[in-house]
């Protein structure tokens, strides 16, 4: 019972933090309006009846679409949608919260602390997190892994591609689950799993190129050559060693419809292209 109502406080806090505190004057969100902007007009299209992908340009995954439309059913108005999307993230928000609880106790861990630290990284992160949809596959992730603990397998990876669809990242996890079912030879599971995880890849991705084959990877490939994004990892330390006067960095809009911010040096190229032997250099590590 103690629990039960330590999960209700937390909750009740994070619906004070999402929809109050990062709605307040004490933070400035102009700068943050842009996005959630173009989440309400790629919504407002479809509700309109064109289709994504064939009737205009979008450069998220096909489930993506699913998330920013549902709030715009209700929200006829960009103030209203920008509130009803803020809702939607801490539904999500408290999903994770449920989860947290969950594998805290499977795990003896102090469940106060879990949800407190949990609190305070979404603090740290602030209001963007109510105009991005990033906690939605994370939260994602997150029932991936508590559902594979629950040695509910083939949920599991289906969840994980369900979050793939939605961000590409979710699909780092899957070989994680490979390896662990593999070191226990687990060898049917690794079928199953697999197979279930690419039979809803298939499908999801059969539907966007039934839209248009063109327009569903050309939101692949705009992904792919973009430059340096302004709030990259790699754009932090350029933006420090232009504070520091070490460099010189610009801003810059690159690309066509739609437009990449990045950061524009005289070594982005460089990092551009050192970045995916990076990344996979450090997900070896990892796995």
């Known amino acids: ?18 929809l109050v505190l990062f ?6 969100n102009t700068a943050l309006e842009y996005d959630i902007a173009r989440f309400f007009n790629y919504s407002s299209r479809i509700v309109e009846g064109q289709l994504p992908y064939q009737d205009f340009a979008v450069e998220y995954p096909p489930l ?19 509130y009803a999307f803020a809702v939607e993230i801490l539904l999500f928000d408290l999903l994770g919260l449920f989860l947290i ?6 795990l003896g861990l102090h469940l106060t602390g879990t949800l407190a630290i949990y609190t305070l990284a ?32 083939k949920l599991s990876w289906a969840i994980l591609a369900v979050g793939a669809m939605t961000k590409i990242y979710p699909a780092v996890i899957a070989p994680i689950f ?5 070191c226990h030879r687990r060898y049917r599971h690794i079928i199953s799993g697999a197979a279930a995880f690419v039979i809803v890849t298939a499908i999801i991705v059969i539907l966007g190129l039934l839209l248009s084959p063109d327009g569903f990877w ?46 524009v040096s005289p070594i982005t190229d460089m990092l551009a292209k050192v970045s995916p032997m990076v990344i996979l250099f450090s997900l070896a590590a990892v796995y």
Do not use: E
Not at 178 to 182: A, P, V
């Open 218 to 263: 050309d939101s692949f490939r705009y992904q792919a050559q973009r430059g340096l994004h302004a709030d990259s990892t790699y754009s932090s330390f350029l933006l420090l060693g232009h504070t520091l006067g070490l460099t010189q960095v610009r801003l810059g809009f690159v690309g066509l419809i739609p437009l990449s911010l990045d950061i």
């Open 64 to 82: 993506t679409l699913v998330f920013f439309t549902l709030p715009r059913l209700v929200a006829p108005s960009l103030g209203i949608y920008q």
């Open 23 to 28: 709605n307040s004057a004490l933070y400035d």
């Open 1 to 18: 019972m103690k629990q039960k109502w330590q999960l209700i406080i937390f909750c009740l806090v994070h619906a004070l933090i999402l």
């Open 101 to 106: 609880s969950a594998l805290s106790r499977r």
């Open 122 to 153: 979404l603090l740290a992160i602030g209001p963007i997190l109510i105009y991005r949809y990033d906690l939605i596959p994370a939260i994602m992730v997150l029932l991936a892994l508590y559902t594979f603990s629950q040695n509910k397998h």
């Open 178 to 182: 490979l390896i662990y079912q593999f």
